[in-house]
């Protein structure tokens, strides 16, 4: 893991072992953020479809605030990881 700082899902088992670490958890939990699902975008089951298969403009919301949460988390999280000691 040489290199490798600030990823949230670790900071998310730090900070909190015992609970979900998912994105979607972590967004509703921290930042009180519903996030688009990756159900919403490709279905679900036999209707699922390949994320290739979603269109450029659905894909590029879902990434972008993929990407966009991922940032918020870490902001949210890490400093109070930091602030304690023990951690």
Do not use: C, W
């Amino acid at each position: 893991l040489n290199g490798i700082e600030h990823d949230t899902l670790l900071e998310s088992y730090v900070f909190e072992s015992h609970r979900t670490h998912g994105m979607d958890d972590l967004a509703m939990r921290h930042l009180d953020v519903k996030t688009i699902s990756f159900e919403e975008v490709a279905g679900k089951g036999a209707k699922q479809v390949g994320f290739n298969q979603v269109t450029v403009e659905t894909a590029s919301e879902y990434a972008a605030e993929d990407a966009d949460i991922t940032l918020q988390l870490h902001q949210a999280i890490y400093p109070q990881i930091d602030q304690d000691e023990k951690l």
